[in-house]
C-alpha cells in the first residue's frame, strides 16, 4: 500500500509539473512530445543537441537529424513546405486523377516525390547532389515505393558538366549551381547537368502533369530547357523563383517571367499567410506580393489558361 500511495504520489507531480509547463511553455511539451514519439533513442530528448528521428509522412517513414533544417522542419510540423504539398496534391487530384505524372527538379531528399507517390501514377525526381540523394534512394528501397524514378543530374539548358557550390554544414536546402547564391557554399567538383527537353526523351518521360521546381536560383534556365515540353504538355509549374539583382541569371521581371512560358500561362503566387503548421494555403495574384526590383523569393504557381478552374485559391481540399 506504501508503495502505491508512493507511486501515485510521484504521478500526481508529474501530471502537475506538466499541466505547469503546458500553460507556461506549451511548445516544450510539443516538442518533448515530438521526440518521445519520433526519437530514434529517447535519451536524446533529454541531452538538448541535435538528434536521429523517424517521422511518418503521408504514411512513407522518413528518417532525418533535427540538425538539418530540413529535416527540423519535417519533424516539427510534419512535412516541409507543407502548404505546397497539400496543393500540389489537391492539383493533381483534380485535375489528372490518379493517371498524372509529377516531375520533381531539385528533389534533394526526396519529400516532395515520397509524398507525391500517393497521388501520381509515375515520379520522376532529379537531383545531382549524391549526399542527398543517397538518403533519397534509402528511403525508397525502405518503403518499397515503386513508382518514383530518380534521375542524378539537374535540369538546365545545356548538356554538360557545371560547378555545384554545396550548401554550409547545418542544411540541405541551399546548394546550387548559382556561384554566390548563397555566401555559406562552397565549391565542389562539377555535377551533370542535362537538357529538360533531351532528358525527359531519353528517359522516355511521355507525360508531363504536374512540375515542382526547387533549384536555388538557377530556375531560368531549366525553364529554358524545358520549352519544348511546356508546350507539348502544358502543365501546371509551382517553382521557387529567386529574384536577386546581383545574379545574372536571375529572373528580372514580369515579362522575363512570362517569356519563359507558353501562350496563355496565367501566375499565382502562394502566399506568405499560409501556414506551414496546419498546410493551409492561400493562392494571391502575383502582383499583390512580387516585386522585381529587390532581392526576393516566392513559391509561384504557373498555369495554363485551360486549366485555371482546376487551380484552387485556398485549401487544402479534403
Not at 534556365?221 to 515540353?229: E, N, P, V
Request: aromatic fraction near 12%.
Amino acid at each position: 500500500m506504501k508503495i502505491l500511495k508512493l507511486a501515485l504520489a510521484a504521478l500526481s507531480t508529474a501530471a502537475l509539473l506538466a499541466g505547469v509547463l503546458f500553460v507556461t511553455d506549451p511548445q516544450k511539451i510539443r516538442q518533448t512530445y515530438l521526440c518521445w514519439t519520433q526519437a530514434v533513442s529517447l535519451t536524446s530528448c533529454y541531452r538538448g543537441t541535435h538528434f536521429d528521428f523517424i517521422a511518418d509522412i503521408n504514411g512513407v517513414q522518413y528518417e532525418g537529424n533535427t540538425g538539418n533544417y530540413l529535416d527540423s522542419q519535417i519533424f516539427y510540423y510534419g512535412a516541409y513546405e507543407k502548404p505546397n504539398l497539400f496543393l500540389l496534391r489537391d492539383i493533381m487530384r483534380v485535375e489528372y486523377g490518379p493517371n498524372g505524372t509529377f516531375i520533381d527538379i531539385g528533389a534533394n531528399t526526396g519529400q516532395h516525390s515520397l509524398f507525391m507517390s500517393r497521388y501520381a501514377r509515375e515520379v520522376h525526381a532529379f537531383e545531382p547532389w549524391e549526399p542527398v540523394l543517397k538518403r533519397f534512394r534509402r528511403t525508397v528501397d525502405k518503403n518499397q515505393i515503386k513508382n518514383i524514378t530518380i534521375h542524378p543530374y539537374g535540369l538546365g539548358d545545356e548538356n554538360a558538366k557545371k560547378p555545384f557550390f554545396k550548401p554550409a554544414d547545418g542544411t540541405l536546402l541551399t546548394g546550387s549551381f548559382v556561384e554566390g547564391f548563397k555566401p555559406g557554399n562552397s565549391p565542389e567538383a562539377g555535377l551533370e547537368i542535362q537538357k529538360g527537353d533531351d532528358a525527359f526523351e531519353k528517359s522516355h518521360i511521355k507525360a508531363v502533369s504536374v512540375i515542382k521546381m526547387d533549384i536555388e536560383g538557377y530556375e531560368k534556365l531549366a525553364l529554358l530547357g524545358l520549352r519544348a515540353t511546356l508546350n507539348r504538355h502544358r502543365p501546371v509549374v509551382i517553382f521557387e523563383l529567386t529574384i536577386d539583382l546581383k545574379i545574372p541569371v536571375s529572373i528580372k521581371s514580369k515579362q522575363d517571367l512570362t517569356a519563359l512560358f507558353p501562350e496563355k500561362y496565367e501566375f499565382l503566387v502562394i502566399s506568405k499567410k499560409s501556414d506551414p503548421a496546419t498546410g493551409a494555403y492561400f493562392l494571391e495574384p502575383i502582383d499583390t506580393e512580387v516585386r522585381f526590383d529587390q532581392s526576393e523569393q516566392h513559391d509561384i504557381v504557373a498555369y495554363p489558361l485551360e486549366r485555371k478552374d482546376s487551380i484552387p485559391r485556398q485549401g487544402p481540399k479534403r
